[in-house]
């Protein structure tokens, strides 16, 4: 079975969390998938959605039909929707001269290596992240491959084993354009809301006790809102309820974030947390 998967990053305002989400599926549904989102993008008047752009009704509405047609890709084309977050002031992150790039090749490592493995056994991959990273993954593909002229890269160790795990082939990755490629746009999508869920949650408690259909038992101030604030906070009610309607398994109170317990399902929130004591971000070499 051949897939594809296109991957793109996120990260609060003040930088304390980052997250990167990859959007993969069949590799002979995407002709038509890309065609389905590109006449989302149209009828919604939007060139490229970035979850940073989320601050109108314009986008708020592109933002649900994405949504809707992700939930029907995950039924019709085997799709799937990962999404690793990190918090960079946890015990892992919070030490000296941390290399947020490398750092950033081994949650990216994270993030694949177990969810190509969530795919059959012998499945053959290309993986498609954003351009913008900093990673030279030409660089990086070619070390790996121990082929072509020695040049300068960043140093990430753990893809050697990305390379060589036999549960699937990979066959390409490369960095692309996000605005040329509407399923990395997806990507986009699901990684900023992620990060909003986790930076947002207490305000978006009030906004949900205002905006409900009971009447509160006490009196309920309305929370006063950025731009931005009035129109994400549908969307991540819109996708909690669809999630539960669906019985997809993402949950948002329990937490207080988006979280899946179990990574097997289809649409997998996994906020990433020290696994030992020794599990430390890589830090930039001294000169």
Not at 81 to 104: E, G
Not at 125 to 144: K, L
Not at 195 to 211: A, G
Not at 251 to 269: D, E, G, M, Y
Request: proline fraction near 6%.
């Amino acid at each position: 079975m051949k897939y594809i998967s296109f991957a793109d990053e996120s990260y609060s305002p003040e930088g304390d969390f980052k997250s990167i989400a990859s959007f993969s599926l069949k590799s002979d549904d995407l002709p038509q998938v890309n065609l389905n989102l590109k006449n989302i993008l149209k009828e919604s008047c939007v060139n490229e959605f970035k979850w940073q752009k989320l601050k109108d009704a314009k986008y708020k509405f592109c933002a649900q039909k994405l949504i809707d047609c992700a939930w029907k890709l995950i039924k019709t084309c085997d799709a799937r929707i990962d999404v690793v977050t990190w918090d960079i002031n946890d015990s892992r992150h919070k030490i000296r001269s941390r290399d947020d790039l490398a750092n950033y090749g081994r949650m990216f490592y994270h993030l694949h290596s177990n969810s190509l493995k969530r795919r059959p056994k012998l499945s053959i991959w290309e993986i498609y992240p954003d351009e913008g990273v900093g990673v030279d993954w030409d660089v990086v593909a070619q070390s790996v491959h121990s082929s072509g002229r020695k040049r300068q890269h960043v140093n990430l160790p753990l893809l050697d084993s990305f390379w060589s795990d036999p549960h699937y082939t990979i066959t390409n990755l490369k960095e692309i354009k996000s605005h040329e490629e509407p399923c990395c746009q997806i990507a986009d999508l699901f990684a900023g809301m992620s990060i909003f869920s986790r930076t947002h949650y207490d305000l978006y408690e009030k906004w949900c006790e205002v905006n409900t259909f009971s009447l509160p038992l006490f009196p309920v101030e309305n929370p006063q809102l950025s731009r931005a604030e009035e129109h994400r906070f549908p969307i991540l009610q819109y996708f909690d309820q669809g999630c539960k309607t669906r019985k997809l398994g993402v949950s948002l109170k329990t937490s207080r974030h988006l979280q899946t317990p179990n990574p097997n399902n289809p649409i997998n929130f996994w906020p990433y947390r020290p696994q030992h004591d020794l599990d430390k971000a890589p830090t930039k070499n001294r000169v």
